[in-house]
């Protein structure tokens, strides 16, 4: 089967749909994704926090703080765990064993702008497994990676797609995760995919690159 | 080891100190315990929700609705998956292989009131798997089950202690899950209680009704 993905404009509109028509709180929306992400691999603040639960020992890359008072809560949860906030990206993948890229969502597009196209070369650099989320940074939720420059090497060991796969997934080779288990039937048949089979209580699957399940 | 637990006024002041010091939204620790009850067995309106997306055909007996607008959303997450609000308890219960008894929190006491002297009756009558959530409905967090009369001889199948074991346990008899899996150590040790040791991503574990883990 071919592999049906949601385009730029439809995840925008699912994700305001989530919170409008179907009640979903960003809170709700975000620790969701988070575990989601924290199953296949890592993420952002919320799967760090569920990391460390699982017994890892996250550290945060994160020199754009948030004034949003969600992103400052997720981060205060996070310090009351002691899980530290480096600001040396590269010190802190010298020293670690896997890097969840989180740094951009689906709404990026355009020039990656400071301090991040070092972090982005060192990611296309890195020969540590990464695990990226919904879009490897500097990719294009349409078109993939970029076709020259910064970004364009940059090939994630795993993507956790949430929700459904975005349309880059076809220039993405590497183990294929869906996550975000709260898309109810009706919205999946609104936006014209199709909910993954999930297992017992997982909160992924790891489909294959073209979305058969594997 | 003596279970350690929590009281009446220690629960409600972790409550608390969740959502102001550790800065969780109401949102999201309902996510979250919700989520640890779905693994255990069943619950409240998230875990009914969560049940749903494991395959189960949960249906809600709801008959005091708060006018509290999270439990509305929640509510409205349900009615979009189809899930059914019943109106009659014992007709309910003819019908399903399962209850779960999510009906009071641990801050009751006091008297049943109506339309619940007829659930708690139906709790104590049937011969089905009952799963209580904290505290089992018309029991006290502190001296468990009335001495007499309505309640008295309810005994839920399986306790899912949410955060910790509330005193309560002293007088359970059946299998005894831990969910809550976000509460950081320095809380914990604030409060005086062990975090079980979850495992995987699990987001409840299962302990002796002492409270070793098994």
Not at 20 to 44: H, K, N, P, Y
Not at 159 to 170: D, R
Not at 173 to 196: C, L, N, Q, T, W
């Amino acid at each position: 089967m071919a592999i049906k993905t949601l385009g730029a404009k439809a995840a925008a509109a699912l994700d305001q749909e989530l919170m409008s028509t179907c009640a979903f709180s960003i809170d709700q929306l975000m620790e969701l994704a988070g575990l989601s992400v924290s199953q296949a691999g890592g993420d952002g603040l919320v799967a760090a926090r569920h990391l460390f639960y699982y017994g890892y020992k996250p550290s945060i890359f994160y020199p754009k703080r948030s004034k949003n008072e969600l992103y400052q809560r997720l981060a205060k949860q996070l310090e009351d765990l002691d899980v530290p906030f480096v600001d040396d990206f590269q010190s802190a993948i010298a020293s670690t064993d896997h890097v969840v890229d989180a740094i951009f969502g689906f709404s990026f597009s355009g020039e990656v702008r400071e301090p991040f196209p070092a972090v982005i070369q060192a990611l296309e650099e890195t020969k540590l497994p990464v695990t990226s989320v919904d879009v490897p940074s500097s990719w294009d939720i349409e078109h993939g990676p970029p076709s020259s420059g910064l970004g364009s090497s940059f090939m994630p060991t795993a993507l956790v797609s949430l929700t459904a796969p975005k349309p880059l997934v076809g220039h993405f080779d590497g183990r294929h995760f869906i996550g975000g288990r709260f898309v109810s039937p009706s919205m999946a048949k609104k936006y014209g995919f199709e909910i993954p089979e999930y297992q017992g209580v997982d909160q992924v699957v790891e489909v294959a690159t073209g979305g058969e399940k594997l």
